[in-house]
């Protein structure tokens, strides 16, 4: 039977993406799912639960209320509560129960909207997808409801294009947002740090952050920037999103090791003033004897960067399924499926990725790269930081 895993684990659900993104930004988000269900959702896949607060709630669906399709209790429920803690926004997304049975989500979302004036929408999940999925369109969502169009300096689009230049290979303060970056890819404040001091020490701006270390106001200024860093698969849909109705370019890829680090820079240099999308990681990969598991963009960027500092060929297998499809080389795989990706590591002889992956690369040299939406906790603290530093993992 293809897509099933009898020994290696699964990666975190589109409802955890979904909590995972929204998390920062002040709103309400509510699962619709059976009572108990919260710490799923939470505390397995959410390590900020720990140190900082969000209303993340469930609806507490029963099996009556499944049966009969009890949306009024639902809706009644949601009212009472965005009246008590009055968020900045009511997000709403489905467990499988309520996607099998073909629950309204959006149209509850209208009715509590004009109920309580709170901005609300849905989130579109089933339970069934990857941390990705759900992500991508809690982002997306956001983004559409709350961006100032306005008061952005992309709405004169020519007069964007003119603002920046460069000099001496330097930046007039290109405005930057990194899209993409949740805990789930990236477990540590370390790691938004690194981001940022890298961004600041190139001589840009960070203009705002999807969504680590955030706030409503930064999605409010998301069309204030001049371009966009997507760092992991996450991102993408959003950034192509503010290309196409802002003119917002992006560069795609994380700035792992030195030499990468350095081609990162360059591409959002380049990519601001000429208004061209640039994949970091294109032209930077040759097919190797070592193998890198995991979500594409950040080991795509991995693969570049041994390569760039350190001589090392190697080949992604992208193993959530869900990833950026358009980065991988001829000689990468995408696969979820756990038989074929065992067969497909029979060909290396070195492996990065997961700890949990170990049990199906017996004989091979097994290099741990903790990743949060697969292992959860478990190996957090282990998680070494490879943004603009030298790369020591191998």
């Known amino acids: 039977m293809n897509q099933t895993a009898r020994i290696i684990s699964i990666y975190a659900a589109d409802t955890s993406g979904v909590c995972s993104a929204l998390y920062e930004f002040g709103g309400m988000t509510v699962i619709h799912d059976a009572s108990g269900c919260n710490s799923t959702y939470t505390t397995h896949d959410e390590p900020r639960w720990y140190d900082k607060k969000s209303m ?17 209790k639902f809706i009644n429920d949601l009212i009472i509560a965005a009246n008590e803690l009055n968020p900045k926004f009511i997000a709403l997304c489905a467990s499988p129960l309520p996607a099998m049975i073909g629950t309204d989500l959006e149209a509850i979302a209208y009715a509590v909207e004009n109920e309580t004036c709170i901005p609300s929408f849905s989130v579109k999940t089933n339970g069934m997808n990857s941390y990705i999925y759900g992500i991508q369109n809690a982002f997306l969502e956001l983004a559409k409801r709350f961006i100032n169009a306005k008061s952005s300096s992309n ?14 290979n330097k930046t007039s303060k290109i405005k930057v947002n990194i899209l993409g970056m949740t805990p789930l890819d990236f477990p540590k404040k370390e790691y938004f740090d690194s981001l940022k001091s890298f961004i600041e020490d190139s001589g840009m701006i960070l203009n705002a952050c999807m969504g680590m270390e955030t706030s409503l106001c930064e999605v409010e200024n998301l069309a204030d920037a001049n371009v966009n860093l997507i760092v992991s698969s996450s991102g993408k849909p959003l950034g192509e999103y503010l290309y196409d109705k802002y003119i917002i370019p992006y560069v795609k890829g994380v700035p792992y090791g030195i030499g990468f680090a350095e081609k990162i820079k360059k591409s959002l240099i380049l990519s601001a003033n000429k208004k061209t999308c640039i994949d970091a990681t294109k032209d930077l990969r040759e097919k190797g004897r070592v193998a890198i598991l995991g979500e594409s963009v950040l080991s795509a960027s991995l693969a570049s960067a041994l390569l760039l500092d350190k001589g090392i060929k190697a080949d992604v297998l992208e193993t959530v399924g869900e990833g950026d499809f358009e980065i991988l080389k001829d000689f990468d795989i995408s696969c979820d499926d756990e038989k074929i990706l065992e067969d497909a590591l029979k060909n290396y002889d070195t492996i990065i990725g997961d700890p949990l992956f170990k049990p199906i690369c017996k004989g091979k040299n097994f290099i741990e790269l903790p990743h949060e939406a697969f292992s959860g906790r478990c190996f957090t603290k282990n998680s070494p930081n490879l943004i603009n530093t030298n790369i020591s993992i191998i």
């Open 155 to 168: 709405s004169n689009i020519k007069s964007n294009i003119e603002s920046t230049v460069i000099f001496d």
């Open 56 to 72: 993340m709630f469930i609806s507490g669906l029963t099996e009556k209320d499944a049966v009969m399709g009890n949306d009024d």
